[in-house]
């Protein structure tokens, strides 16, 4: 996804005179054409995360369309003031752009991991958030992001990714698979999808698909629902991160959501993406029960 | 931006009407003192608010080319306030040059006024950004230049007013060193230094920012020729740093 983001970017900046990427010195190898051709609108401040956010309000003050990247760590928990101050405060728009989210460089260690992201941001108003699955949900999804004129966007890139493209709508859940009237709901985010078909496969369940989480499309949820409202949330950042958008959604029925997702606890070991998510209940075996023992 | 400001805004007081409203005419230092007393319940502050009067009087009234007429011109000069604490000087010297009616600084901090102890630029006519929590003005100043600067606007400077205290916040430097090794030479900073820094700057604030390639000035901040032959000091390739030092905040 990295990749399809120095390509989608270098295309914009060649293309839109408005838009802008700042780096801090992370993913400056994916944009050396655009470097090049553009020095006044690619700019890298650096190892100072505080300044690229800093400096990502001060172009969106002069009309500007700033997009900012480095690892979701630096981006958004380290200069967290920045975002709800450079950015929210001063009524200013940014796309901000992450990877390494949760667990996509584990030998890493807890510094990189960012699993709080999202439920940091939905702290501050106004924010946007897409978790593509994908690739090609990744170029959809920053294009859609950088267009949206002065709204505060977030895409968070992942190493982690399914096998196929879904055709995603920004902002809409999307059916994968329907289940009976009696079924219970899966909402799956980006990465998450893989795995969860592959654990419900043997279960009568709707599987929704969401690479947009904010706005919640909680008309798309409502209408997956059946007989009973029992929904189970599968994010691959901060379990529970989407609980209380969810029992919005739901309002007025009598429902149950369970949330699963990357635990709170920190988790001292290194190793692979794959052992996290098994580590942390997200592969197809840990999903299987935990789905199957929720919905029947 | 429309559309989002104007989300603000709904749940948010009144921006202030533009313009100076019934006129009043403002020359001198105590004229301007006037206005600052019309605006109370900020004492904390009040030694930070006037430490800023005079360079922002100079400033506005002789340096910047922004006022009431070019507010939202992509032309004007920007100014931000990053030391958004004790603002009464500011917003003295944003209605004496008629960016909002003098009358709004009677209601300084109350419920409804757009005038709170911290400015909010989307309530306060003339402010470029809304500021209060320190380390932020200069990084946001970056931006802008930068801004400006790829979108052919090399006339405008954009200035950013910090306090010596201020300059504890890390993002400062941060700030510093990039727009010194960058040359982004329509970026100018002014420090109003007071001496309120806990722990001090050995060696003066002004050697911070010659040592990352900054043009750098240090004034007494009192006296109008001086602060007016430091803003207007030619700095071509560099940033200009004017430190203009006032009476100590705790003497």
Do not use: C
Request: glycine share 10%; charged share 20%; aromatic share 6%.
């Amino acid at each position: 996804m990295r990749e399809q983001f120095g390509a989608t970017v270098t295309e914009l900046l060649e293309h839109d005179p408005r838009t802008a990427l700042v780096l801090a010195d992370i993913g400056t190898a994916q944009f050396p054409d655009a470097a090049r051709d553009h020095p006044d609108r690619v700019v890298n401040v650096g190892i100072r995360e505080q300044l690229l956010i800093g400096v990502a309000g001060g172009l969106a003050l002069t009309g500007m369309r700033p997009i900012a990247h480095t690892f979701a760590s630096f981006l958004v928990e380290r200069p967290f003031e920045q975002v709800k101050l450079d950015l929210v405060h001063q009524g200013v728009g940014a796309v901000l752009v992450s990877a390494a989210g949760s667990y996509d460089w584990p030998a890493g260690g807890r510094t990189h991991m960012s699993p709080g992201d999202v439920a940091l941001l939905d702290t501050l108003p106004g924010w946007h958030v897409h978790v593509p699955g994908h690739p090609a949900e990744a170029d959809l999804l920053l294009r859609h992001a950088v267009a949206a004129a002065d709204t505060l966007q977030y895409v968070r890139l992942s190493a982690h990714q399914n096998a196929e493209r879904q055709p995603v709508v920004p902002g809409r859940f999307l059916t994968v698979r329907q289940g009976s009237r009696l079924a219970g709901v899966v909402l799956a985010v980006g990465p998450m999808l893989d795995a969860v078909l592959e654990a419900t496969e043997t279960l009568d369940v709707t599987v929704l698909y969401a690479a947009t989480v904010r706005p919640f499309d909680t008309v798309g949820l409502r209408a997956a629902l059946g007989d009973r409202a029992d929904v189970v949330l599968v994010e691959p950042y901060l379990a529970g991160t989407s609980e209380r958008a969810a029992h919005r959604a739901l309002e007025g029925r009598p429902h149950r959501v369970l949330g699963l997702g990357v635990p709170v606890a920190e988790h001292r070991h290194y190793g692979s993406i794959s052992e996290h998510l098994a580590a942390y209940g997200l592969d197809a075996a840990g999903l299987h029960a935990a789905i199957a023992s929720y919905l029947w | 931006m429309t559309n989002h400001s104007a989300a603000h805004a709904a749940t948010a007081p009144t921006r202030a009407p533009a313009g100076p409203g019934p006129r009043r005419t403002v020359t001198d230092r105590a004229g301007l003192l006037d206005l600052v007393a019309l605006m109370t319940g900020d004492e904390k502050h009040s030694p930070a608010a006037h430490s800023t009067l005079d360079a922002l009087w100079v400033l506005y009234d002789r340096v910047l080319d922004v006022h009431p007429g070019n507010v939202d011109a992509p032309e004007r000069d920007r100014f931000l306030l990053s030391k958004g604490h004790g603002p009464m000087a500011y917003y003295a010297v944003l209605a004496a040059k008629g960016f909002f009616p003098v009358e709004l600084l009677h209601g300084f901090g109350a419920y409804d006024s757009p005038l709170g102890h911290h400015p909010d630029r989307l309530l306060v006519p003339g402010a470029e950004i809304g500021s209060g929590s320190l380390g932020h003005g200069l990084p946001l100043a970056v931006g802008t230049a930068l801004g400006l600067r790829a979108q052919g606007l090399t006339g405008p400077a954009v200035w950013v007013l910090i306090g010596d205290a201020e300059f504890d916040e890390g993002s400062n430097h941060e700030a510093v060193a990039f727009a010194g090794a960058y040359g982004l030479d329509r970026l100018h900073t002014l420090v109003i230094d007071n001496s309120s820094a806990t722990h001090g700057w050995s060696g003066g604030i002004a050697a911070r920012f010659a040592g990352e390639g900054w043009s750098t000035a240090t004034v007494d901040g009192r006296d109008h020729e001086q602060l007016y032959r430091a803003f207007t000091a030619p700095h071509p390739g560099r940033p200009h740093v004017v430190v203009a030092r006032t009476e100590p905040k705790y003497s």
